[in-house]
């Protein structure tokens, strides 16, 4: 295998799907893709900031001329539209090695079939055209999100790199390292065909049932890879944290939010009548349930998770003795909840926690609204 095995035309596609040479003619169409969900905001992509879509074009010529990478758009056939981007990269052709990576989606496409059908096209090209002995893929430690999506590939994890690389913001990252043999690939092949047959992926019309579970042994570490985001790592504690301080409360009643059977977000509320002693020492309101904490993974946000999590602790709520109101704050940052908590009924009270602005429905509008949705 060598580096002319990439030509620049090279072009592949299926399902509605075409990877084409990323161009200098797809600047305005990567600047359309970026903004859909505002992706340059999180800081463990390497989706490119407005303005810096020539930039990030160029960079990519820079590494074909190099021999070490071959840049793709992600394109909508029956559109035309730009869907992201996405790359072969540190090509190392004596040991018949590729990697796959500056992958990124709109977010009106993610949670989709596109990154399984990309994912296939790529792989499938660099296993079974250009003889590779094994296909590689690296993230970021905290882009669980990212590390998801590579172990559904059927990728091995190979271990991390200690404080290897910068993340956009200057944070220094671990770089978490995964890789497919060419033995491996035909099982991985006929999982992600099988999984493309049967619309194995959510689709953005789907409308999945949204639970509140008991966090167990099984989902517990799926629950504290989930990411909120750039804005919502500022806004929220992590899920980890959020556990930690669980387990010294008995008042605290964590649950994983699962849409279907996929833990999408976390929710923590605190019910003062499991503990009214402790309530009293918190100076909690004794006729108040609390959502504590409430986030959805980036990659599962725009679906609804989020209101329908509460819509659960509502009914959690009605059920409780004693219970007159349902209370959360917000941090006031650029992109916080405050809109859709309005949107639910939430008004806020006038009081503050810190900095954070407190918000309340009253159970009777609760019960209203539960109506609405029977």
């Given at each position: 295998?060598?580096?002319?095995?990439?030509?620049?035309?090279?072009?592949?596609?299926?399902?509605?799907?075409?990877?084409?040479?990323?161009?200098?003619?797809?600047?305005?169409?990567?600047?359309?893709?970026?903004?859909?969900?505002?992706?340059?905001?999180?800081?463990?992509?390497?989706?490119?900031?407005?303005?810096?879509?020539?930039?990030?074009?160029?960079?990519?010529?820079?590494?074909?001329?190099?021999?070490?990478?071959?840049?793709?758009?992600?394109?909508?056939?029956?559109?035309?539209?730009v869907l992201g981007s996405t790359s072969y990269?540190?090509?190392?052709?004596?040991?018949?090695?590729?990697?796959?990576?500056?992958?990124?989606?709109?977010?009106?496409?993610?949670?989709?079939?596109?990154?399984?059908?990309?994912?296939?096209?790529?792989?499938?090209?660099?296993?079974?055209?250009?003889?590779?002995?094994?296909?590689?893929?690296?993230?970021?430690?905290?882009?669980?999100?990212?590390?998801?999506?590579?172990?559904?590939?059927?990728?091995?994890?190979?271990?991390?790199?200690?404080?290897?690389?910068?993340?956009?913001?200057?944070?220094?990252?671990?770089?978490?390292?995964?890789?497919?043999?060419?033995?491996?690939?035909?099982?991985?092949?006929?999982?992600?065909?099988?999984?493309?047959?049967?619309?194995?992926?959510?689709?953005?019309?789907?409308?999945?049932?949204?639970?509140?579970?008991?966090?167990?042994?099984?989902?517990?570490?799926?629950?504290?890879?989930?990411?909120?985001?750039?804005?919502?790592?500022?806004?929220?504690?992590?899920?980890?944290?959020?556990?930690?301080?669980?387990?010294?409360?008995?008042?605290?009643?964590?649950?994983?939010?699962?849409?279907?059977?996929?833990?999408?977000?976390?929710?923590?509320?605190?019910?003062?009548?499991?503990?009214?002693?402790?309530?009293?020492?918190?100076?909690?309101?004794?006729?108040?349930?609390?959502?504590?904490?409430?986030?959805?993974?980036?990659?599962?946000?725009?679906?609804?998770?989020?209101?329908?999590?509460?819509?659960?602790?509502?009914?959690?709520?009605i059920n409780r003795p004693g219970i007159k109101?349902?209370?959360?704050?917000?941090?006031?940052?650029?992109?916080?909840?405050?809109?859709?908590y309005k949107a639910l009924g939430y008004t806020?009270?006038?009081?503050?926690?810190?900095?954070?602005?407190?918000?309340?429905?009253?159970?009777?509008?609760?019960?209203?609204?539960?109506?609405?949705?029977?």
């Amino acid at each position: 295998m060598s580096n002319p095995v990439w030509p620049s035309d090279v072009v592949l596609e299926r399902d509605g799907i075409r990877l084409e040479p990323l161009a200098l003619s797809h600047e305005s169409g990567l600047r359309e893709a970026a903004a859909d969900g505002e992706l340059y905001k999180i800081r463990v992509t390497s989706v490119p900031e407005p303005g810096a879509e020539r930039a990030y074009i160029e960079a990519a010529f820079k590494g074909r001329a190099a021999g070490d990478r071959q840049a793709f758009a992600v394109i909508e056939t029956a559109t035309g539209r730009v869907l992201g981007s996405t790359s072969y990269h540190d090509i190392v052709a004596v040991a018949k090695r590729v990697e796959i990576g500056y992958t990124w989606y709109r977010k009106s496409v993610q949670s989709s079939h596109v990154n399984t059908t990309c994912k296939l096209l790529l792989m499938q090209h660099a296993f079974e055209t250009l003889g590779c002995a094994v296909v590689g893929w690296r993230t970021s430690h905290l882009n669980f999100a990212s590390q998801r999506a590579i172990e559904k590939l059927g990728a091995k994890r190979d271990g991390a790199i200690r404080h290897h690389a910068p993340h956009r913001d200057g944070t220094i990252r671990d770089t978490v390292i995964y890789s497919m043999l060419a033995s491996e690939w035909p099982a991985a092949k006929e999982k992600l065909e099988k999984r493309l047959a049967s619309g194995g992926y959510r689709s953005a019309d789907a409308s999945p049932k949204v639970q509140l579970r008991v966090i167990t042994a099984d989902d517990l570490i799926p629950i504290l890879r989930l990411n909120p985001g750039a804005v919502g790592e500022r806004c929220v504690a992590t899920n980890g944290v959020s556990l930690a301080q669980a387990s010294y409360s008995a008042n605290a009643v964590p649950r994983a939010i699962y849409a279907d059977e996929q833990p999408v977000g976390f929710i923590m509320l605190y019910d003062p009548t499991l503990d009214p002693a402790l309530a009293a020492k918190d100076e909690a309101k004794t006729d108040a349930i609390d959502v504590w904490r409430l986030m959805v993974d980036f990659k599962e946000q725009g679906h609804g998770y989020g209101s329908a999590a509460m819509y659960e602790a509502w009914r959690y709520a009605i059920n409780r003795p004693g219970i007159k109101r349902v209370r959360l704050s917000y941090v006031p940052t650029e992109g916080n909840p405050s809109p859709a908590y309005k949107a639910l009924g939430y008004t806020e009270t006038g009081e503050k926690d810190g900095t954070e602005i407190i918000m309340e429905i009253s159970i009777d509008a609760v019960r209203e609204r539960l109506k609405v949705l029977v």
